[in-house]
Structure formats: C-alpha cells, structure tokens
C-alpha cells in the first residue's frame, strides 16, 4: 500500500475589499426615521425630545466608529477628508486621538 504524505500549506488571508451594498439606499431610510421623529417631537411630543437629542450622540460614535475603522482597513486621512469635503488636516485633528 502506498501511503502519500500531503503538507498543509498554512493560508494567508489575504486584505479583501469590502463591498458597498445599499449604503446610499440605508442612509436614505435613516435620515427618513429621524425626520419623521422630529416632526413627532413638533406635533406635541415633548416627551421624545430627549431621545431625539440623545440620536445627536450616538450618531457622533458612529461616525467616531466608522472613521477609526475606515483607518484601521487602511484609508488614509486624505482619502477620508475628501469624502467629507474637509482636509487631511481637519479629519485627523477631528478623530486622529481615538484608539
């Protein structure tokens, strides 16, 4: 019997591109929510005002959150300044201090 020995050559991941799926059309839907929920806040419901204000913060970590990934993937501060309308400078003065 003939036995064949066969080596594993371990795989490196290589970096993959991620690919935009619906982005325009999801950000789309939540600046609707959050227009809809403001003109609740106007008809009278002065009791969603907080939570409103409260969109404000989370919608600051998430752009914290999605900068710090964007230079963790790779893309420099210029690449992410021009997405902004805003410079290299700017953008890494901005978020440049997160972990």
Do not use: C
């Not at 080596?7 to 991941?13: E, G």
């Not at 964007?70 to 201090?97: K, M, N, P, T, V």
């Amino acid at each position: 019997m003939n036995t064949v020995k066969h080596t594993l050559t371990p795989r490196i991941p290589s970096p993959r591109r991620r690919d935009v799926v619906e982005n325009d059309a999801f950000a789309a839907f939540a600046r609707r929510i959050i227009r809809a929920h403001g003109r609740r806040v106007a008809d009278g419901d002065v009791e969603a005002l907080r939570d409103l204000v409260a969109l404000s913060a989370d919608l600051d970590r998430a752009i914290t959150d999605a900068v710090v990934g964007l230079r963790q993937f790779g893309y420099s501060w210029a690449e992410i300044g021009a997405r902004l309308g805003i410079s290299r400078q700017a953008a890494q003065q901005r978020w440049g201090d997160r972990p």
